[in-house]
């Protein structure tokens, strides 16, 4: 996490640069934003928001969380490729948890997890685009339903009431979670 010292010497930094001097209520709000980071993660964010663009004034809150946690277009991307590999790696018979807690409601939307992986691949690309339009919108709205899709072998076990036959649910994602919540050492 963000020490509110860390931030004040990047924020003292990034403020000098433009000859502003922010007021309490501006630096507490950027804080607030930004104190869930990591000093480096977010102290890199900046370099790279300052490397990449140009500024008439301090960036914007919103523009430095682009570099941290990339746009509304570039989840939706990463999304579709965690959807993509599950498909590959587990298909049509196997539930899917996703770490990304939207991905599973955009594909409910959709049809299913079952509909999903029954589609011919010549649809997958308007399929991609409405997956895509309904993640942003669901990111946007901050709509999230849980990350777990029933694969067919679950659903029909639990039809039957054999619910300790179930067979394992295949995780996605987690490991990319797991790897930004593990402390540097």
């Known amino acids: 996490m963000l020490d509110r010292a ?6 003292t930094g ?3 640069m ?14 607030e934003i930004f104190k869930d980071y990591e000093a480096e993660v977010f102290s890199r964010a ?20 682009e570099f941290l946690e990339g ?8 999304a579709w490729l965690q959807l993509m590999h599950a498909v590959e790696v587990g298909g049509y018979y196997t539930s899917i948890e996703f770490a990304d807690l939207i991905i599973a409601p955009a594909v409910n939307e959709l049809g299913g997890w079952q ?7 010549d649809e997958l690309p308007f399929i991609q ?7 942003r919108l669901f990111l946007r709205r901050e709509i999230s339903g849980g990350g777990r899709l029933i694969g067919w072998h679950e659903a029909q076990n639990n039809r039957r009431g054999y619910l300790k036959d179930v067979p ?14 593990k402390p540097k050492g």
């Open 71 to 78: 746009t509304r277009d570039d989840k939706a991307l990463l």
């Open 129 to 135: 685009k409405r997956f895509m339009d309904l993640y």
């Open 18 to 31: 433009y000859g502003k001097v922010p007021s309490q209520f501006i630096f507490d709000t950027y804080y």
């Open 46 to 65: 900046v370099t790279k928001c300052l490397k990449e663009k140009v500024y008439n004034s301090v960036p914007k809150p919103a523009e430095i969380l």
């Open 14 to 16: 990034l403020f000098d």
């Open 6 to 11: 860390q931030f004040a010497n990047i924020m």
């Open 168 to 181: 394992p649910t295949l995780r996605i994602g987690f490991e990319i979670k797991e790897l930004e919540a």
């Open 115 to 121: 509909w999903f992986c029954s589609q011919p691949k």
